[in-house]
């Protein structure tokens, strides 16, 4: 009869820990339901991270080529600023012989001091003539 009892003994302790065994795989099966649910979230907030170390990492590059770009013209900005600065100097040319012309006159009538005005109206506007 003792070898028997002993022979159930060991059924029951076989499952027990088959039981035991089912547990322990019952946790790990959770565990890794959670890991599994866990990765994608992960994964989600650090994409923000990334973007954001590499908005940081680039912009020393990004500052840097500002500078260059603030510093340097292009060839259509110095085309465009020369256009710009020989306009101005053809209309205050323009204007200037407008006023040289009615000293002049004023001269040519007999007024002394429209001479003294016509000749230095007159060397101005050489001046300007000469930087083109």
């Known amino acids: 009869m003792s070898a028997n009892h002993d022979s159930k003994n060991n059924l029951s302790y076989d499952k027990m820990n088959w039981g035991r065994r089912c547990i ?12 599994f649910l866990l990765a994608p979230l992960a994964a989600l907030s650090l994409s923000g991270c990334l973007s954001t170390a590499a908005s940081i990492v680039t912009a020393p590059v990004r500052v840097g080529a500002k500078a260059v770009d603030l510093a340097t013209t292009s060839q259509s900005e110095g085309d465009r600023n020369r256009g710009r600065a020989m306009r101005k100097r053809d209309e ?26 016509a000749k230095d109206l007159s060397s101005e506007i050489e001046q300007l003539r000469a930087k083109r």
């Open 92 to 117: 205050k040319i323009h204007k200037l012989e407008k006023k040289y012309n009615r000293r002049l006159e004023a001269c040519n009538r007999g007024e002394t001091a429209a001479c003294a005005e």
């Open 24 to 35: 322990s795989f019952r946790k790990g099966l959770r565990l890794s339901r959670f890991i």
